[in-house]
T-cell receptor, first 108, second 112 residues
């Protein structure tokens, strides 16, 4: 199956800082999503982005499918951005694969 | 437009009992994934269901675990004779073919 690697595994920021999270995948994908799991455990959809670039407020994402990676940008981070960010991909099969996530802590 | 619903949100069982977890997909969605998440880990695929069909159950343990998605009503993940190692958060996600998946709030199972 497809391998998904996320980096960095852990990230600590001061409020207001910017960050870039990376998701590498081992094969071509039909579907890629970014999720935020908040400290209460809920999974929140951020982006559905199999290719191209999207922006939503302070967050944006870019997927370069030909080079098998996706980036999630967080600008002007806030304490409410804390949590774990997951990348999930769907390749030729219909079985989704999640990365291990990036754990983000934003200090006030 | 209601999102994905799961119940119960928290479930406590003693070893040997049965656990039944329910998932109602978003309106218009006929596909469901079930996942298991252990503490400090990512989500692991368990089973892919369509209405009245199990499409792929390769991620589900062969024994004690079963899943269904009947024509009417929610999808059910059933764990028989639970053991302590079954303690985890169980999430379902619904979607339409080829589109993005949306998650329910999860069921946190604790086995005493």
């Amino acid at each position: 199956g497809i391998q998904v690697e996320q980096s960095p595994p852990d990230l600590i920021l001061q409020e207001g800082a910017n960050s870039t999270l990376r998701c590498n995948f081992s094969d071509s994908v039909n579907n890629l999503q970014w999720f935020h799991q908040n400290p209460w455990g809920q999974l929140i959809n951020l982006f559905y982005i199999p290719s191209g670039t999207k922006q939503n407020g302070r967050l944006s994402a870019t997927t370069v499918a030909t080079e098998r990676y996706s980036l999630l940008y967080i600008s002007s981070s806030q304490t409410t951005d804390s949590g774990v960010y997951f990348c999930a991909v769907l390749g030729g099969s219909y079985i989704p694969t999640f990365g291990r996530g990036t754990s983000l802590i934003v200090h006030p | 437009n209601a999102g994905v619903m799961q119940n119960p949100r928290h479930l406590v069982r003693r070893r040997g009992q049965e656990a039944r977890l329910r998932c109602s997909p978003m309106k218009g969605h006929s596909h469901v994934y079930w996942y298991r998440q252990l503490p400090e880990e990512g989500l692991k695929f368990m089973v892919y269901l369509q209405k009245e069909n199990i499409i792929d159950e390769s991620g589900m343990p062969k024994e004690r675990f079963s899943a269904e998605f009947p024509k009417e009503g929610p999808s059910i993940l059933r764990i028989q004779q639970v053991v302590r190692g079954d303690s985890a958060a169980y999430f379902c996600a619904s979607f339409t073919t080829g589109n993005e998946q949306f998650f329910g709030p999860g069921t946190r199972l604790t086995v005493l």
